[in-house]
């Protein structure tokens, strides 16, 4: 069965970084999107960044762009958020999730809808 583990999270200070990971096993579509989503406690789940196999789409939420990247190695099926300069109020559990249509990932639209997701690594940023 198709799954999704995220790996990588940790607790850094202020201005530090971080490279998670999102490892995809049993996937066997050729094309889809994989998102990066956090939940901070007490908040709702907001979408970070997607980025698509075909590299058609790379989508970023305001408040990370310019701090984080995506990337991806398929020959691993594994795909990375690479977070710098990092501020406390990117604490939160990061998932990935992947979007088999690539239909919400080109749309900008960081919904819920995503097709299979992780079990979530935690970051916390202090100051």
């Known amino acids: 069965q198709a799954r999704l583990m995220e790996s990588g999270g940790g607790s850094v200070q202020t201005g530090g970084s971080l490279r998670l990971s999102c490892a995809a096993s049993?996937?066997?579509?050729?094309?889809?999107?994989i998102g990066w989503f956090r939940q901070a406690p007490g908040k709702e789940r907001e979408g970070v960044a997607c980025f698509s196999t075909d590299d058609q789409y790379t989508r970023y939420a305001d408040s990370v762009k310019g701090r984080f990247t995506i990337s991806k190695d398929l020959a691993k099926n594994t795909w990375y958020l690479q977070m710098n300069n990092l501020k406390p109020e990117d604490t939160a559990v990061y998932y990935c999730a992947a979007d088999l249509s690539m239909y919400y990932c080109s749309q900008y639209a960081f919904t819920d809808d995503y097709d299979y997701w992780g079990q979530g690594t935690q970051v916390t940023v202090s100051s």
């Open positions: 049993e996937f066997t579509w050729g094309q889809y999107a």
